[in-house]
Each structure stands twice: as structure tokens, then as C-alpha cells.
């Protein structure tokens, strides 16, 4: 069993990545759990303070978000929640009043303007200014008309969203600068995007090559921006999404397929120590881990890392990755079985005491199973009960 001890640097950096708050506001000698609600609401309130409003549930919408959605509900309705949290709640979060920025605290808007207090007191040091060309893309993207054929259009934008509650197309992140074709469908702002027509190529006196569109949004509105504005807003919106067809998409795949950008694997290993604690459970302790690179590679000189618990391991499960973040997901697949992470101190050849971290008490299946969930998106309505050993609906915190 798990027993609770200090963050190490490798715990922070790992909650940062994720957008954790690694520094819970919990009050007086709180129980386990009450640490636990508190430190969940801690995770929502810093998703307020970034993006200005509430986690939302939607397919379309980062897993994470959709994860912290599901809490949000959860706390809401209970009663003992929400006692817990009255104290901290300063925005309304529980009561559902947090919906855009105006509703946020001064701190708040003003930490999002990159606006800092100064040592003396007065707010005076704007430590973020966007640049010209930021600026020139937002505005870009903000001037719409009215679409004279929409009629033409709208009969796509439906077909599209007939696909996406299929499961003929699906979203992907978009990444930074990725191609924009004739045809190719986001989602920016909340909104779908269509890019109706491409311009002739050209080259600024100062800058990269660069083109106009025609892009269509599915309220009956277009505008004419240039590709790199397009690019710089899709970028810049952290929710944005590109729309494809779902025979596109391999999350996890036996085989590389065209159009698939590789991120690499996912692996569970089964270590070979002869630890007697290690050895006793064996079959129940597993290391889930992610590499860019060949997994063979990355184990060959287990026995001499304390990562790999100072002994070969075996290879139990892999797969591939493409089209997602692999570091984000191994964060998300540990966060899940945080509870169960394997508690053992080991000496390395220099005789320091080293604490693997990425080792859990969960029988493969499970781990199996969880993959399978976030591959489908249904990992959110999830958690592991670590008492029954297996994934149990989300009734409650």
C-alpha cells in the first residue's frame, strides 16, 4: 500500500506538465480523503484561472478538461463536498456561477494579461505583451461577415457532424504550424471551420510565404485570413481541434497507417528482481512507461538503472502511439493508478537510496482495460477502486 510522502522534483515537474497545482490549499490537519476533494478542487480552480471558465464535457474537448468536468459534477452534488470546500470556493465554482472572465477574481484576469504587482505595491509591470503579428492574426480571425452561400455550406457542417457521432471522422490536437488544405475542417473557439478556398502563394518583404483564405464558420459567418493568422489561432487556442476521417485516427495501432504522425509506445513491464517483496507479488507489479524510440533499446541496461527496480524486466504489453501527446498520457495513466503506486526504496550501485516512480500493484488486465478507455474517451466517467482491484464508474469522488 501506498503511504504518503513529500513531492520529489520529479513529482512537480510531472504535475506541471499536467497543469497541476503541486501545492494544494488544504486546511488544518485535514483526513486523507478531505486532502484528496481539496486537492482535486484545487486542479479545477487552476483550469478557471487559465482558460476563464468551468471545465465543459463534450467529445470535442481535451480529455483532461472533460476529466475535470466529471469531478466538478461530482462535488456538486455532494453534500459533504461541498462543506469541505465552502471555505475556498471563492468564485462560486460549486454553484455554477463561473462561466467567463469577467467572473473571475482582479488576480486572476490580471495574472491572464501578464500583468504582475510590482515590488512596491503598484500594478505597473506588464511582463507579456503579444506581438505584432499575434495581434494582426486575432484580428484576422475576428473579422467575419456574413456567408452569402451558406446554404451550400450548412448541408456540410451537418453531414460533419453526423460523422463525428458515428465515429466516421473523430478530432485531433492540432500542432503547431500543421498543414491547411482546401476542405480541411477545425475546430476553433468552440466553433467548426471550414477552408473553402485557398489564395495564390506569396512571399512578405519580411516574412515566410503565406497565402489568403476563404474560411467558413458553421454560425453562417466567413472571413479571409491568411494562412499564418489561421495557424497562430488554432495554436494559440489551447482547445483547438482538426477534424478527420476516423479511418485516419490510430491512437493505439498495430500498424503504421498514411497520415499517421508516430509519437512512439506505450509499454508495461514485469520486472525479473529477486526482491523478495517484488518476487512474492510479481504478477500483480508492473512499470507503465512511454519512449519515442525502439522499447528494447530503452531497456537493455535495466539491471544497472534503478528506474527498472535494478533488474531485467520483461516486456508484458506495447503500443504503438500516434496522433497524441505520449508524455501527457503516461501523466494521465499514472494520475489514474496514483493510489497503487508501488512504495520501495531501493540503494543504486553507489549505495543512494532511490524510489522508483513509475511501478504500480495493478494486475495487467486493469492497466489493459484502462488503455482501451482512454482510446474510446470513456476514462473520464472511470477510477480505479483499489480495495475491489478493478475500474468502478464515477458515482462519487
Known amino acids: 500500500m501506498a503511504k504518503s510522502k513529500q513531492l520529489t522534483d520529479e513529482d512537480i515537474d510531472l504535475l506541471e506538465e499536467l497543469g497541476v497545482d503541486s501545492e494544494p490549499e488544504v486546511v488544518g490537519a485535514a483526513s486523507p480523503r478531505e486532502q484528496r476533494i481539496v486537492g482535486g478542487f484545487e486542479e479545477i480552480r487552476r483550469f478557471v484561472a487559465e482558460h476563464g471558465t468551468g471545465p465543459q464535457h463534450g467529445e470535442h474537448r481535451d480529455i483532461f478538461e472533460r476529466l475535470y468536468a ?16 465552502k471555505s475556498i470556493d471563492k468564485v462560486g465554482l460549486l454553484d455554477g456561477v463561473v462561466g467567463a472572465e469577467d467572473q473571475l477574481t482582479d488576480e486572476d484576469l490580471l495574472a491572464a494579461l501578464g500583468v504582475r504587482e510590482s515590488p512596491g505595491g503598484s500594478i505597473t509591470n506588464l ?13 484576422e ?25 458515428s465515429g466516421a471522422r473523430v478530432t485531433i490536437k492540432y500542432r503547431d504550424d500543421a498543414e491547411v488544405a482546401k476542405g480541411d475542417f477545425f475546430i476553433l473557439d468552440g466553433q467548426k471551420v471550414l477552408v473553402a478556398e485557398l489564395g495564390d502563394w506569396f ?30 489561432a488554432l495554436n494559440k487556442d489551447r482547445t483547438s481541434r482538426r477534424i478527420i476521417s476516423g479511418t485516419q485516427y490510430h491512437l493505439f495501432s498495430d500498424k503504421e497507417e498514411e497520415g499517421d504522425t508516430q509519437t512512439g509506445y506505450i509499454y ?17 507489479i508492473h512499470k507503465i512507461g512511454v519512449t519515442g524510440g525502439d522499447i528494447d533499446k530503452r531497456i537493455a541496461n535495466a539491471k544497472k538503472d534503478p528506474t527498472y527496480l535494478l533488474a531485467d524486466v520483461e516486456v508484458v ?39 522508483p516512480r513509475e511501478w504500480f500493484l495493478v494486475a495487467l488486465p486493469v492497466i489493459e482495460e484502462v488503455i482501451d478507455r482512454v482510446k474510446d474517451g470513456s476514462i473520464c466517467n472511470y477510477r480505479y477502486d483499489r480495495d475491489e482491484a478493478r475500474l468502478t464508474q464515477v458515482g462519487g469522488i
Open 70 to 85: 466529471v469531478r466538478l459534477d461530482s462535488l456538486r452534488k455532494s453534500s459533504e463536498c461541498r462543506e469541505i470546500l
Open 127 to 139: 511582463v507579456h505583451v503579444r506581438p505584432h503579428e499575434e495581434i494582426k492574426a486575432a484580428e
Open 141 to 165: 480571425i475576428a473579422q467575419r461577415n456574413p456567408c452569402k452561400d451558406f446554404d451550400k455550406c450548412k448541408p456540410l457542417f451537418e453531414a460533419v457532424q453526423r460523422d463525428l457521432q
Open 203 to 232: 512571399t512578405p518583404e519580411h516574412g515566410r510565404k503565406d497565402r489568403r483564405l476563404r474560411v467558413i464558420y458553421d454560425n453562417g459567418t466567413e472571413s479571409e485570413p491568411l494562412v499564418r493568422s489561421l495557424q497562430r
Open 268 to 284: 508495461v513491464l514485469r520486472s525479473r528482481s529477486d526482491h523478495p517483496f517484488i518476487a512474492e507479488h510479481r504478477s500483480v
Open 317 to 355: 504489453a506495447s503500443f504503438k502511439l500516434a496522433n497524441v501527446h505520449r508524455k501527457a498520457l503516461e501523466a494521465l495513466i499514472h494520475k489514474f493508478f496514483a493510489e497503487v503506486r508501488l512504495d520501495l526504496e531501493l540503494k543504486d550501485r553507489f549505495g543512494m537510496e532511490v524510489e
